[in-house]
């Protein structure tokens, strides 16, 4: 997430994968939002509504409801992409 606040949205993105390629063991599961946000300032405007969509669906999934934080990422990255905020169930 420093990277992306930072503005180095290609350095953000790596951090995100390797986040993926480490075993997606993320607790925070902010890194497919930093993701959505971080392809879709780099232009890659499908990749971030995958990455959003790919994150929306797997907190709808979860047994417990997203933190108070990891909300606030979902609002920004949805705002970003031009979209709707889902409320958590």
Do not use: I, S, W
């Not at 934080?69 to 990255?77: M, N, P, V």
């Amino acid at each position: 997430m420093a990277c992306y606040r930072a503005g180095d949205f290609q350095a953000a993105l790596d951090a995100a994968a390797k986040v993926r390629e480490l075993g997606g063991n993320d607790p925070t599961r902010l890194a497919p939002f930093v993701a959505a946000m971080a392809h879709h300032r780099l232009g890659g405007t499908g990749p971030a509504r995958r990455c959003l969509d790919e994150a929306v669906q797997a907190l709808k999934q979860q047994k417990v409801r997203p933190t108070e934080h990891l909300q606030r990422f979902q609002a920004e990255a949805a705002a970003l992409l031009g979209g709707k905020v889902q409320a958590p169930d």
